[in-house]
Each structure stands twice: as structure tokens, then as C-alpha cells.
């Protein structure tokens, strides 16, 4: 790890778990609709449920007295009722009440949940999509319960209704599997194609004795194979600019299959946080002149991850093959005869435009766009400086912030207009995005005015000059 290693996404003060409530005593202060929900949520769990209200709204209770059981207590609850408790739930419907009943309440060592009130409360609610015995729990961390409520209407589409038989095979044949196979990583693949094929498949048409046989089969096959040494394989994916809105289901998918993730500083961490929860993450830095791996040692990692049976990701900010040296890492898995798979990534010159307002071609202004590499090869800007200064065509410069002053003014002394449109967008495409606008002449000088950072892309042409017409729906502006 190296110690320009990016700062980790900001974390939710919230523990997820799964508490298991059967048996256990627990209370709910309220006679109304939401201390009914939550003695639903209670009893479904198995738990032994104490209800403190004067009364009971006759509505929301009686349908649940007819499928769940209760024990109603016609007073207000003192600490000492929540002895042994797990939780306690305050939802009486008024503010001030619930207030107060926190303050009584509190201390007693269970942890409590005011209603509406996050502030309050030691735990909060999640949104449910109950596939019993496959349950998502949604949180916003009390941010927004709607936001919630209508991310888990959206699950609720794209899971289908029978995953909790598929969840419940799963659990019933998890012993069977691990019998036979004794690696984790075996197992894991294993999985991945039952739960992700023709078994899950009969599973899900209701089939589960088909099923059984299909997955006994499955794994006296898998008992044979995993006595050869496995051979890993190698994900050359782009990550885009930094928004992870921008990443591609292919690269999410292939994400979490990694067993090991190699990132570098332009990957967002809130990028790498989407990969397998389980994955070894490993840092392997670049920023323009510290390189904390060099290329070289990168790829050697690559191949012996891979070859210890490992499937690895390695991460590149915008597109693999666009200035990202994509091209040299696959020729060394191809050298060792290592399976590798490439996905094509947003690349920052496009992302940096669309976010900008700038359209990187246009009919009346530009019917090329060339992207170019402001960072020469051992210093020097060797660049085809005659075919970048051709009028009708947009040129788009990568890593072009160090030498910036040199590189409009060779443009300049090559033919190009000085009042030629240009700007410079910085961290494009993310929240902190910053676009300067200028000319050939200026340009230099407003971006060091500007004190960018990088990294940044600068986009050369008359088509910049669109941008004041175009950009009402670039999602942030803070120039
Ligand atoms: N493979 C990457 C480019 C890697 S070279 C891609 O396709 O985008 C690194 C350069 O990319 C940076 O110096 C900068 O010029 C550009 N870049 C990457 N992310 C950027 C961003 N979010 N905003 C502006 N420029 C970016």
C-alpha cells in the first residue's frame, strides 16, 4: 500500500445485521398503524411481542391479532418492563409522547427506535423485500425512508418471486456441496453456475426434484475437476471517469467475481467499494511522475494472481486501451498463456464533453476528434502538431495540465488561431468537477489562475464555444 492510497468512501454510523428475534421478548410502545407494523414485523420473526398502548386501534389490530400473537399491556411501559428485551420500538403517534417515552425508556441497556426520529434512535428500520428466506433490507441511513421504499419497488421487479425457493435449495444441499468439495474457492464457483443456470432454472419453474438430481450430478463433476490445478483469469476492466453511474452491468458484473482487485488513483474508491465484499484490494498507485508500482511489476502481479488460480481484476480509470497501457499488460498474460477478458470503459475525453456541455463533434464545427497525450515520452511533446492545428476537427489532450502553457502555445506557432475556443475540465464527470473556458491565448493562464489539481482533460475547438448553448442539462456546474 502506498501512502498516496485515496480516502475510503464516507461510511454509514450503522451496523447491518440480521438479529434473531424468535423467542425473544420484545416491546412496542403505540396503539396506532406504525406500532402495528412493527408488532407484524416482531411476530413473523417468532419473537414474544408486548404491546404498551391504552388502547389498540381496533383496525390496524385485529386483523393481526387474527394471525399473530400478542400480549397487550393497557399502560405506559416503565425501564424496568424492557428486562431481557431485544429491541423496543416507540411509535405512539405523537412527537412529544414519544419523546418523552424515549427519555423514561432509555438507559435500560435494549435498544431503542423512535419512530420518524433517527436522531433518537439507536436502530432504524430498513426497507423489506421479503422473499423469505432471502430478505434484502434497504437503508438510506435515515436520510430518506421514501428513497428507500421506492429502491426496494424497484427490487422487487427484479427479483423474481421464487429466489426464496432458490435461497431455501441452497440452504437445504449447502452440506451436500461442502462434502464434496473442500476448497472455499471451488465452492464459490460451484455456486456461481448453480445459482446462475439450468439448476437454479428448475428451481425456479418449481422443479426441485429435477433439481436435486441436476446438482448431484453438477458436483460429482466438480469433485473431478477441482483435482486439477485451477487456472485464474485476468479482467482488464474500465471504470470510467470516477461517477460509478458510468460503469458499464458488464464491468459490474465482472466486479464481483474478482477474487483480488488491482486499482490505481484515478479509480474512485466508491468504485472500488462495488467490488466482491470479500475481494483482496490492492493499491497499486500512478500519478503522472510517482508511479508507485511501475508498469513492469504490474503486470508480473497480474500473472501470478492469476496463476495461483485467481480471478483478477484489474481496474483502469476511464477506458483500458485509451492511455491506459492496457495494450502492454495484455501482451505479458498472452505471453504466459493467461485467459483475460477486456471491458470497454467510458473514457474521460467523452465523459469530461458530455458533463461539459461540450458535443466533441458537430456538423457545422467538427467532423473529427482526436484524442492526443500531452505527457511526451521522456519529456519531450513530440506530437504531430501539423495534423492538430487542421481546421473542422476537435482535439481532446489527456494528462495535458503540467505543460499546458507549451502546449496551446505550440499549437499557436503551428498555425492554430490564438482565439481558438478551448477549455480545461477537471475530475470530470465527478462531484468536485471544475470547466474553465478560454482560448489558445488564455487558456494557460486561467487554468493556473484556477489552481486546478487534475486530473483533467482539455478540449480544443470551436466546438467549445457551444457549450453556453448546450449545458442547462450538465448535471454539475460549479465554474
Ligand atoms: N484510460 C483513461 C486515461 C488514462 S491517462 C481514460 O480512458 O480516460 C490519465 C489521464 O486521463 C489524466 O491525466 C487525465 O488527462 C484523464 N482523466 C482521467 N480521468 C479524468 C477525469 N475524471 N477528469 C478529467 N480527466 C481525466
Not at 118 to 146: C, H, K, M, Q, W
Request: proline share 6%.
Amino acid at each position: 500500500m502506498s501512502e498516496d492510497q485515496p480516502p475510503a468512501a464516507a461510511a454509514t454510523p450503522y451496523l447491518p445485521l440480521f438479529l434473531r428475534a424468535a423467542g425473544r421478548k420484545a416491546a412496542v410502545v403505540g396503539g396506532g398503524l406504525v406500532a402495528a407494523r412493527r408488532v407484524e414485523t416482531l411476530a413473523r420473526a417468532g419473537a414474544q411481542v408486548f404491546v404498551y398502548a391504552l388502547r389498540l386501534d381496533h383496525e390496524e389490530f385485529a386483523p393481526l391479532a387474527t394471525s399473530f400473537a400478542f400480549t397487550h399491556v393497557a399502560r405506559e411501559p416503565q425501564r424496568a418492563d424492557l428486562a431481557g428485551a431485544l429491541v423496543c420500538y416507540v411509535a405512539t403517534g405523537d412527537p412529544a409522547d414519544d419523546e418523552r417515552l424515549h427519555s423514561a425508556l432509555a438507559g435500560a441497556g435494549v435498544p431503542i427506535s423512535v419512530a420518524d426520529r433517527p436522531n433518537l434512535s439507536d436502530f432504524i428500520s430498513p426497507s423489506i423485500l421479503d422473499r423469505s428466506p432471502l430478505v434484502v433490507a434497504i437503508s438510506t441511513g435515515g436520510a430518506s425512508p421514501l428513497l428507500g421504499r421506492l429502491l426496494r419497488a424497484r427490487l422487487e421487479t427484479l427479483i423474481p418471486a421464487a429466489y426464496g425457493r432458490l435461497a431455501a435449495f441452497a440452504g437445504r444441499t449447502r452440506a451436500q456441496v461442502n462434502d464434496k468439495l473442500e476448497s472455499p474457492v471451488a465452492r464459490r464457483r460451484f455456486w456461481e453456475r448453480a445459482l446462475d443456470g439450468p439448476i437454479a432454472e428448475l428451481v425456479l419453474a418449481r422443479n426441485e426434484p429435477a433439481a436435486e438430481k441436476a446438482l448431484a450430478a453438477a458436483l460429482e463433476r466438480a469433485a473431478e475437476d477441482g483435482r486439477a490445478p485451477p487456472l485464474g483469469e485476468v479482467y482488464l476492466v474500465g471504470a470510467g471517469p470516477g461517477d460509478a453511474d458510468l460503469l458499464t452491468f458488464r464491468a459490474l458484473r465482472l466486479m464481483q467475481k474478482a477474487d483480488v482487485v488491482l486499482y490505481d488513483r484515478l479509480v474512485d474508491p466508491s468504485i472500488v467499494d462495488l467490488a466482491r465484499r470479500e475481494a483482496e484490494r490492492i493499491y497499486v498507485g500512478k500519478r503522472r511522475a510517482d508511479h508507485a508500482l511501475p508498469q513492469e511489476e504490474i503486470s508480473d502481479l497480474l500473472v501470478r494472481l492469476a496463476r495461483q488460480g485467481k480471478r483478477v481484476l484489474r481496474l483502469k480509470g476511464g477506458d483500458p486501451f485509451i492511455f491506459g497501457r492496457g495494450g502492454e499488460e495484455i501482451e505479458k498474460l498472452a505471453e504466459h498463456g493467461i485467459p483475460f477478458q477486456i471491458c470497454p470503459g467510458v473514457t474521460a475525453a467523452t465523459a469530461c464533453a458530455a458533463y461539459a456541455g461540450i458535443p466533441l463533434t458537430h456538423r457545422d464545427h467538427a467532423q473529427a476528434c482526436v484524442f492526443v497525450t500531452g505527457h511526451g515520452r521522456e519529456g519531450a511533446l513530440d506530437l504531430d502538431w501539423g495534423a492538430l492545428v487542421r481546421p473542422n476537427q476537435t482535439v481532446a489532450i489527456y494528462m495535458g495540465l503540467d505543460r499546458l502553457a507549451e502546449l496551446t502555445q505550440a499549437l499557436v506557432a503551428h498555425g492554430a488561431d490564438p482565439a481558438l475556443p478551448a477549455a480545461i475540465i477537471d475530475n470530470g464527470a465527478r462531484a468536485n468537477q471544475r470547466v474553465v473556458v478560454g482560448t489558445l491565448a488564455d487558456l494557460a493562464a486561467r487554468a493556473r489562475a484556477a489552481s486546478l489539481r487534475g486530473p483533467t482533460i482539455v478540449i480544443v475547438g470551436t466546438v467549445v464555444s457551444l457549450r453556453d448553448k448546450l449545458n442547462w442539462y450538465a448535471p454539475e456546474r460549479s465554474d
